[in-house]
C-alpha cells in the first residue's frame, strides 16, 4: 500500500509555469507505475500524464503533450510534474496516482492509490 501526497499547486499567470510534486509513502515506490491526472469542475477526471515503474517511459495526454513533464524520483519516493506555458485550460484540481501494473494506463480505475489533490489555478 502507499499514501501519496500532492504539492506546490497554486495561482499562475497564463504563460507561467508550476512545478507539482507528489510525495509517497512506503518502501515499494519504484515498483508503482505512477500517474497525475485533473478534474475542472463541472469535468470528468482526465489523464494528464504517467510513468512506467519498469523503465521509465512516458505517456501525456493530447492536451498538455510539449508542454507538461513528468519525471520520478524512486530514491526520494517522489513524482513531479512540471508544468510551462500554462492556459487557463489547465484550472483544475491536480491528483497524483499510482498503480501495480507495470504500463501506462490512462483510465481512472485502473489506479489503485490516490492522493487527495493540489489546485492549480490559471489566470489571464
Known amino acids: 500500500q502507499v499514501q501519496l501526497v500532492e504539492s506546490g499547486g497554486g495561482l499562475v499567470q497564463a504563460g507561467g509555469s508550476l512545478r507539482l510534486s507528489c510525495a509517497a509513502s512506503?518502501?515499494?515506490?519504484?515498483?508503482?507505475?505512477m500517474g497525475w491526472f485533473r478534474q475542472a469542475p463541472g469535468k470528468e477526471r482526465e489523464f494528464v500524464a504517467g510513468?512506467?515503474?519498469?523503465?521509465?517511459?512516458?505517456q501525456y495526454g493530447d492536451s498538455v503533450e510539449g508542454r507538461f513533464t513528468i519525471s520520478r524520483d524512486n530514491a526520494k519516493n517522489a513524482v513531479s510534474l512540471q508544468m510551462n506555458t500554462l492556459q487557463l485550460e489547465d484550472t483544475a484540481v491536480y491528483y497524483c496516482?499510482?498503480?501495480?501494473?507495470?504500463?501506462?494506463?490512462?483510465?481512472?480505475?485502473?489506479?489503485?492509490?490516490w492522493g487527495q489533490g493540489t489546485q492549480v489555478t490559471v489566470s489571464s
Open positions: 496516482a499510482a498503480t501495480n501494473l507495470g504500463w501506462i494506463p490512462i483510465l481512472r480505475r485502473l489506479y489503485d492509490y
Open positions: 510513468i512506467s515503474r519498469s523503465d521509465g517511459s512516458t
Open positions: 512506503g518502501r515499494t515506490f519504484g515498483s508503482y507505475t
